[in-house]
């Protein structure tokens, strides 16, 4: 069975910084492209971040560019986003979100969600 | 900047068929796109529903259908149930530095 399970979520000031963790289990993690998609209180989804199953190559949407790195684990089968110079519209829940077998298949199985609070 | 409209709110029958619709900012929604669709209820995650256009996951219910449809990416949900109202986001490829965009979400409620 497929487990996206998230953890480092909480609640950081603005300005502060932020590490989340996704584990990974009941599939070959290092063959799949991963993400992290977020969605903020009463809002709608936003795709974050995208990596490939071999690292490379990374997208962000323009909103983390610069302030949010993934990056990933492949002997771990984990996936991480490291958030900086967080701001209050971050505040989010955020998903782990893998991509699938098919051609073009994006975010097959999500996680639960870690929830993300910028404030002061 | 990128923006994907999908319908605010729409209401069907139960037995019903719905259709939810996916449009673009930069122009027609084409088979390059790789419409994906998604279904979101209550407190919990996404739950996938088609890819690439028309293409089921395993778990789809046979009644919901993906296609292209005026220049937008269309969901068709045909002899809808109850369970079957939730949110719904469509997901669009623009390939370049920010690949994905989704859109708003369809607030869908059976009544």
């Known amino acids: 069975e497929v487990q996206l399970v998230e953890s480092g979520g909480g609640l950081v000031q603005p300005g502060g910084s932020l590490r989340l963790s996704c584990a990974a289990s009941?599939?070959?993690?290092?063959?799949?492209?991963m993400n992290w998609v977020r969605q903020a209180p009463g809002k709608g989804l936003e795709w974050v971040s995208h990596?490939?199953?071999?690292?490379?190559?990374?997208y962000y949407a323009g909103s983390v560019k610069g302030r949010f790195t993934i990056s990933r684990d492949n002997a771990k089968n984990s996936l991480y986003l490291q958030m900086n110079r967080l701001r209050v519209e971050d505040t989010a829940i955020y998903y782990c979100?893998?991509?699938?077998?098919?051609?073009?298949?994006?975010?097959?199985?999500w996680g639960q969600g870690t929830l993300v609070t910028v404030s002061s | 900047q990128t923006v994907v409209t999908q319908e605010p709110s729409l209401t069907v029958s139960p037995g019903g068929t719905v259709t939810l619709t996916c449009a673009s900012s930069?122009?027609?929604?084409?088979?390059?796109?790789?419409p994906n669709w998604f279904q979101q209820k209550p407190g919990q995650a996404p739950r996938a529903l088609i890819y690439n256009t028309n293409n089921k996951h395993s778990w789809t219910p046979a009644r919901f259908s993906g296609s292209l449809l005026g220049g937008k990416a269309a969901l068709t949900l045909s002899g809808v149930l109850p369970e079957d109202e939730a949110e719904y986001y469509c997901l669009l490829y623009y390939g370049g530095a920010q690949p994905w965009v989704f859109g708003g979400g369809t607030k869908l409620t059976v009544l």
């Open positions: 930069t122009g027609a929604v084409t088979s390059g796109y790789y």
């Open positions: 990596i490939m199953s071999v690292g490379s190559p990374i």
């Open positions: 009941g599939f070959a993690f290092s063959n799949y492209e």
């Open positions: 979100v893998r991509d699938g077998d098919g051609y073009q298949s994006r975010g097959d199985y």
